[in-house]
């Protein structure tokens, strides 16, 4: 998980290995589809058009766009097919299960797909934390997951970071600036090349 300051100060949040592999992807995909539009007959090639036209933007989606931006008056989250504004007086608090979420103050919730849950990650976190307890008293049973002994340095990198967004969440809901209601726009820059691909591919596919 990356976090650096954004063009206006922000915090971002990325996921380092949703953008390797959506770049990983994006590759093999160009390489392919650019083979089969120089070296393909008939209409393979048009259908590696189409293909790519519906594929390189869902990728693009689920793997680069993805991102947090944590800002002294509100969280801006970019998530495949949206971008949800929450000024900080709007939210209502943070949840981790298998995904980690915000929720508003009307009880509506957004996942945040550029902070996805690590299991194993929570794992090895509770592994380090029950072999530093260990050390401190061999003699005492290890205690896992407890208040006076778990802090966030040795909890994992996701959820630390919604501890950033809950403290700055607590911090900031209450300024003048922070005030406001949740605002939501659909990602049409995304929706619509990959609505055009799909259609073009089942148009090719149906005409045989």
């Not at 915090?11 to 590759?27: D, E, F, K, N, T």
């Not at 007959?41 to 390189?56: Q, S, Y």
């Not at 205690?143 to 967004?165: F, H």
Request: proline content about 7%.
């Amino acid at each position: 998980m990356t976090s650096e300051p954004g063009p206006t100060h922000d915090r971002v949040y990325r996921s380092p290995a949703g953008i390797a592999g959506g770049c990983l992807l994006l590759a093999l995909g160009a390489w392919l589809g650019i083979d089969a539009v120089i070296g393909g007959d008939g209409r393979t090639p048009w259908l590696a058009l189409a293909g790519l036209l519906l594929a390189v933007p869902l990728v693009v989606a689920f793997t680069l766009r993805p991102a947090v931006y944590a800002g002294e008056d509100r969280l801006r989250i970019r998530n495949p097919f949206r971008n949800i504004t929450l000024p900080w007086a709007a939210v209502s608090g943070f949840r981790s299960g298998y995904s980690n979420e915000v929720l508003d103050r009307a009880g509506t919730k957004y996942q945040l797909w550029s902070v996805p849950v690590s299991l194993r990650a929570r794992k090895k976190a509770q592994r380090n934390l029950a072999r530093a307890a260990a050390a401190d008293d061999p003699g005492r049973p290890s205690i896992i997951g407890t208040g006076s002994i778990q802090t966030r340095s040795t909890r994992a990198a996701t959820d630390q970071v919604m501890d950033e967004l809950r403290d700055l969440s607590e911090a900031r809901g209450a300024e003048p600036t922070a005030q406001g209601e949740p605002a939501v726009r659909w990602a049409y820059e995304i929706i619509a090349p990959a609505v055009a691909g799909a259609v073009l591919l089942v148009v090719l596919l149906a005409i045989g």
